[in-house]
């Protein structure tokens, strides 16, 4: 996606608050011995962890860029979210307030409560049965497959008690994806529920696992969460209800948590691109936990008394970074939605900051653009003067969501920013940092670099850009939180990150910096597309099509959405004997979805005779997406018949006048 919309590099916001007020030029000066330092820096932080046993070395880049942060080092993430408050006075404290989905806005709703105390010992017992009935150790690999309900962190937690390593699947895919994922991944054991809750509908999770563990011949065992007490079929030998399992474990069992490396892995996340199949990110657990820790401080500023509430889904990094791991090691009060935004009615989430009281809220400029359209009367309703502090993340926001909702939620007077990260980073890179040093807020930027990341806007020699020139972002040193590797495909890992711009990490995102050093990511720089802030690979969209009996060819790309950002569309060459007709288009989007997910809704299906390609026979999707975003063609010279080109523009033009697709240049 490219940014659309004019980006106000001088307008200038202060947040009322200007404790921590900082100039712009100072915060230079402090980031710049942070960078200068960085390891004793993130050191410093990594301090304020708990660690079984100290690091005998910061950072061993001795096999560059497998880096390998605290090494010597043994902690617990588990023991760090839960023992550390259990003995505190927190344990009496609010965990998590989850608030399910409800079928009427005015009806009873489902709200539930857990003290630290309460989430201790639900994942010791999870952990006690995890480790004696299903033998799970340091080294076995869980699968989670769940919707948003507080079992969700529990598990994480709990094989990370174990120092066991987990992936997670998000809910909205299908079978064929979750099967991949699982296998790529080794699982041995897969965590899923009866079903999930979404817009009144019920995504059927178990039936959908039953299917997926066809495929995925390492699946041993199902354990299964009743949320909604739909029928389900159940094959004794290998599945079994949480429930049952757990009942008969005493209430105050105790599992130690495992004294894991470092340097051992976390978790495994998946990410999609263009190419090959997903790329399992894999996470260490101490500089993972060393950047969630700063993060949690600077960027969202938590106190004990404030109410905490991240939109995401924990299916996606944002979830497990800043629902799991980053809220609950710093003991706060956090707040899980199972739901949809504005489902039943538009002011669903503002009802929930009014009755929760929510200080801090972090969502993303889709939902935001979704509120704008549903209209601020909605927000009106209720009592938003709880928020203290805003952010967004997942995608650029347009300046005039963001000024929508500074202005109706953020009462124009507190700060709000968009967060830069993704899957690989861990957690937040780019970013203002209200909670240690404010500087102005501009709309729709990212702000500096945090205090740490040695963040850069290079040119194609790898050069940086000057001010205002459009570039490539890349992040100059290693820092906590940086994958160990892909798994399975260390070469892969190099290739992809490290190989463009030698030494650095490529984050194939277009960015460019103002001139007071301010960043502003324009979107990716390769064809991930991001539907409203989850990122899809076109590889997926595309793979799926190609499988269907009728389709020779696809090329998948993004058109502008006004409220998702982006959405995708695909370009489909038919196999001979096929042609176009309405129920075959029909087909092919219930096809996508069915192999991809829900999550993976084509907007538009084109039947087309020719696609742009190489001489080669390589699709030349750039050349599609310039097509449909009305941009130049740029350089074709290696296009092999100019009419496809044509052709592409043709039927999407055609069908734009139908029904009215937006098309809009770029700035
Ligand atoms: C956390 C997450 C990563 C991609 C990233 C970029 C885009 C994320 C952004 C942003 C502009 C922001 N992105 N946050 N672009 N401003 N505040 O989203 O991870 O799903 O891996 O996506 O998302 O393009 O490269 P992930």
Same mark, same amino acid.
């Given at each position: ?585 029909? =087909?092919?989007?219930?096809? @996508?979805? +069915? ?6 809704? %084509? $907007? /538009?299906?084109?039947? &087309? ?30 296009? =092999?018949?100019?009419?496809? @080109?044509? +052709? ?6 055609? %069908? $734009? /006048?139908?029904?009215? &697709? ?6």
């Amino acid at each position: 996606m490219s940014v659309n919309w004019t980006l106000p590099f001088d307008e200038k916001i202060l947040p009322e608050d200007k404790r921590n007020l900082l100039p712009i030029g100072d915060y230079h000066k402090v980031h710049k011995t942070s960078v200068a330092n960085y390891q004793q820096f993130w050191a410093g932080v990594a301090q304020e962890l708990e660690w079984y046993k100290p690091w005998n070395r910061i950072l061993d880049d001795s096999n560059p860029p497998f880096y390998k942060w605290f090494p010597g080092g043994e902690l617990n993430a588990s023991q760090l979210c839960l023992d550390r408050h259990y003995n505190t006075w927190r344990r009496n404290k609010i965990a998590i307030i989850w608030e399910g989905e409800p079928v009427d806005n005015d009806g009873p709703r489902k709200v539930r409560k857990l003290t630290y105390g309460d989430l201790y010992h639900e994942v010791n017992r999870i952990a006690h049965v995890l480790r004696e009935t299903y033998g799970i150790r340091k080294g076995d690999t869980i699968g989670l497959y769940l919707p948003m309900i507080p079992e969700f962190p529990m598990m994480m937690l709990a094989a990370a008690r174990l120092g066991a390593c987990f992936t997670v699947i998000f809910s909205g895919f299908s079978a064929d994806s979750l099967a991949e994922r699982l296998v790529d991944a080794d699982a041995k054991l897969l965590i899923t529920a009866d079903a999930g809750l979404r817009r009144g509908n019920m995504i059927k999770l178990k039936e959908i696992a039953d299917k997926a563990v066809e495929n995925a011949p390492c699946m041993e065992k199902i354990i299964v969460v009743k949320h909604v007490g739909n029928d389900i079929a159940m094959n004794h030998d290998r599945d079994a209800f949480l429930h049952d399992i757990t009942r008969n474990v005493p209430h105050n069992v105790y599992v130690e948590p495992e004294k894991v490396a470092s340097e051992d892995p976390l978790y495994i996340l998946h990410t999609s691109g263009t190419t090959g199949r997903p790329k399992g990110q894999v996470h260490d657990v101490g500089g993972y936990l060393t950047l969630l820790h700063a993060t949690m401080r600077w960027v969202f500023d938590v106190k004990d008394n404030d109410v905490y509430w991240c939109t995401a889904d924990i299916g996606w990094v944002t979830g497990h970074s800043y629902i799991v791991f980053g809220p609950l090691m710093e003991g706060v009060t956090s707040l899980m939605y199972e739901g949809a935004l504005d489902y039943p009615e538009p002011d669903r989430w503002v009802s929930i900051i009014e009755r929760h009281r929510v200080n801090i809220l972090y969502t993303s400029p889709t939902a935001i653009r979704s509120f704008m359209r549903n209209g601020e009367d909605w927000v009106k309703k209720h009592d938003t003067s709880t928020i203290r502090l805003m952010h967004s993340v997942g995608e650029p926001i347009n300046p005039e969501a963001f000024r929508w909702m500074l202005r109706h939620v953020g009462h124009d007077k507190v700060p709000f920013g968009s967060t830069w990260w993704m899957t690989e980073t861990g957690g937040i890179l780019v970013s203002h940092t209200p909670g240690l040093y404010m500087v102005p807020m501009k709309p729709g930027t990212n702000g500096p670099a945090i205090p740490g990341i040695d963040a850069d806007v290079v040119d194609d020699h790898g050069q940086t850009q000057k001010p205002l020139e459009r570039g490539y972002l890349v992040i100059r040193n290693p820092w906590p939180g940086m994958p160990l590797t892909i798994h399975k495909d260390p070469e892969r890992y190099k290739d992809v990150y490290w190989t463009r711009f030698p030494g650095s990490f490529y984050a194939g995102d277009y960015a460019v910096r103002d001139n007071d050093g301010y960043f502003w990511m324009l979107g990716r720089a390769d064809e991930v597309i991001k539907v409203a802030g989850h990122r899809l690979g076109t590889y997926e969209l595309e793979s799926a099509l190609i499988q269907h009996p009728a389709v020779a060819e696809a090329a998948a790309v993004a058109v502008p959405d006004e409220v998702k950002g982006e959405v995708p569309v695909a370009f489909v060459i038919l196999r001979a004997g096929h042609t176009s007709r309405p129920e075959l288009e029909k =087909e092919l989007h219930q096809w @996508v979805r +069915e192999r991809v997910g829900p999550v993976a809704s %084509l $907007k /538009q299906i084109f039947i &087309v005779s020719k696609l742009p390609k190489t001489r080669s026979a390589k699709i030349m999707r750039r050349v599609v997406h310039a097509v449909v975003l009305g941009q130049p063609i740029g350089d074709v010279t290696t296009l =092999e018949d100019e009419a496809s @080109v044509e +052709e592409v523009r043709r039927a999407y033009m055609e %069908l $734009k /006048q139908e029904i009215g &697709v937006q098309s809009q240049g770029s700035a």
